[in-house]
């Protein structure tokens, strides 16, 4: 592997980023009459901490990676659309992807003009190394890869994994968004070893937080430093780091909700398999489900008249006919599971 460096493109790698007032004073106790900003109406009146600290070291002893390994996004978002505009030059050079994944990797591929190469994965669901390998030429700046998969809901293996952050001649993208769910480990304590490699965890799922927008890139120092670079300078607002400090300093019911979570994922897994409609339910290493059915369409839009909203994959090469199902609570998963039964079925005089 080549220095990460040589992969960005020559504007960023000359770029000489914009200094905010923040930046230049890092101090907390002052009067401070640098930023233009209004004395009154404390705290929002400040402009936030442009590299947010004091949240980072904390994620930091949480995840055992340094502070500077760390990029805090507006969700994983930023730091894929930010990726972009590090390593790809437009109309030039390409990403290769696994297929079927996460939608935002390919959406954020045309917003830049940059090339999308997909590989399918293998008929169970695993990266096929060889071809994505193959589908690389000397202008495939990254690979993405998801793990657990979004939608087909299955860890990629570990050994592949590592093949193709060995191999690729650019950076890996591992989207870790559904690591919590699995009892497979994070491919974190790998970042010492591999300065191409690029993990992305979020808030927005294990911890409850989808709405504050908080995604994290774990990274090389020397990445990370590319990534402060061209960001927004104030990109995380003061309440989204007030929220995480908050919910990362003191008894948090996140391993509760997992424990629930993956309680109500085996009961629903077994509940949806014995409904003859379902045709089968796919091995889950995440928070949601992928239920196979003779008539997704149907089941699609009879849930929908029960206000029960599912999302159709059913025309997702490698997923036809499934539906993705997010594990709820155990009363929204017995409507869901009641809702099933009652399709199909003739009418009670209740209904009537
Ligand atoms: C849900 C999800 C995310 C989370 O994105 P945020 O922008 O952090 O909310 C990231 N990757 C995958 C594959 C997801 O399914």
Known sequence: MTDILNLLRSNIRTLVPYSSARDEYKG?????????????N?????????????LKARIASIKQVKPGQIFLGNGSDEAIDLLFRAFCDPGTDNVVAIKPTYGMYKVCADIHNVEYREVLLTSDFQADVKQLLAAADS????????????????SLEAADILALIRQFQGIVVLDEAYIDF????????????????????????????????????????????????????????????????QVLSGPSQRDAWITLILNERSRLQQALSGLPLVKQVLPSDANFLMVQFEQPREVFDFLIARKIIVRDRSRVPLCEGYLRITIGTPLENDLLLQALKDFNSPPTLQNL
Not at 42 to 54: A, E, G, S, T
Not at 191 to 199: A, S, Y
């Open 28 to 40: 907390e106790e002052a009067v401070f009459l640098d930023a233009n900003e209004n004395p009154y």
């Open 42 to 54: 404390q705290p929002l009146n400040r402009y936030p901490d442009p590299l947010q600290v004091k």
């Open 139 to 154: 202008h495939s700046k990254m690979l993405f890869l998801c793990s657990p998969n979004n939608p087909t809901s299955n």
């Open 182 to 245: 699995s009892t497979r480990p994070s491919m974190a304590a790998k970042l010492r070893e591999h300065p191409n490699l690029v993990i992305l965890q979020t808030f927005s799922k294990a911890w409850g937080m989808a709405g504050i927008r908080l995604g994290m890139a774990f990274a090389s120092e020397t990445l990370i430093g590319v990534l402060n670079k061209i960001k927004y300078p104030y990109n995380i607002n003061i309440l989204t780091q007030r929220a995480a400090l």
